[in-house]
């Protein structure tokens, strides 16, 4: 009986090493700026996944306005943009927005020329303090550290609800569902004898 494929599982400790040393000369290239961009929260398609959440593409264009951020100039501090996304619910847009403006404060965005600072680059204050190798600021590697994207515990996630958290009237739901449901089916019929009915009334008067 002869062996299809290849069944052995292949380790290349050299592949390691070599993928570790050029993790760390990227982020030596890059320094002081993270090696990876800030990339919004999204929720994974399909309702059996859209519970957790998740990095998407790129932030859209909506809530790079709301957060007073130009698009021409997100993806030059390290923000990706994904044009294309469209906001479907006001929950995203808020937590995404939330996202930009902690980053932003975070942000020590050196000037293209030393000593000629520019709207939107850091205060003098905090570029010489940076430089000055101040260790109350913390210079993230990567952005996750400092913005970590979290699921809840299922736990936390799912609660259960007491009758009386409930509002007024919708304590029996299904009841009122299947009444609205029933109301929609037969609305035709309902009509069509009342009409009859009222021919007929109409007929024995005269």
């Known amino acids: 009986m002869t062996i299809k494929h290849n069944q052995q599982i292949q380790h290349n400790p050299g592949r390691k090493s070599r993928r570790r040393n050029a993790r760390l000369s990227k982020a030596a290239a890059v320094a002081p700026r993270p090696v990876d961009k800030l990339r919004p929260v ?18 859209s264009l909506a809530e ?5 951020i130009p698009r021409k100039f ?4 390290g923000i990706s943009v994904d044009p294309r996304r469209a906001n479907l619910s006001t929950e ?14 975070r942000l020590i965005l050196f000037p293209r020329r ?18 000055k190798g101040d260790k109350e600021i913390e210079v993230a ?15 936390e996630a799912i609660g259960e609800v007491k009758r ?8 029996n739901a ?11 089916r037969l609305v035709g019929v309902r009509e069509k004898r009342a009409k009859a009915k009222a021919e007929e009334a109409a007929a024995t008067k005269k």
């Open 141 to 155: 590697r990567k952005t996750d550290y400092v913005l970590p994207i979290t699921n809840q515990a299922k736990e």
């Open 164 to 171: 009386s958290e409930m509002p007024k009237g919708t304590e």
């Open 42 to 59: 999204v929720r994974c398609p399909t309702i059996k996944y859209n519970r957790r959440i998740r990095a998407g593409r790129g932030f």
């Open 74 to 77: 997100a993806p030059t501090i």
């Open 114 to 131: 030393s000593g000629q600072h520019k709207q939107g680059d850091s205060s003098k204050e905090e570029v010489g303090a940076y430089a």
């Open 174 to 184: 299904y009841r009122v569902l299947r009444d609205a449901r029933s109301e929609a």
């Open 92 to 105: 995203s847009l808020t937590i995404n927005v939330a996202r930009l403006k902690a980053y932003r404060e």
């Open 64 to 68: 790079l306005k709301e957060a007073g």
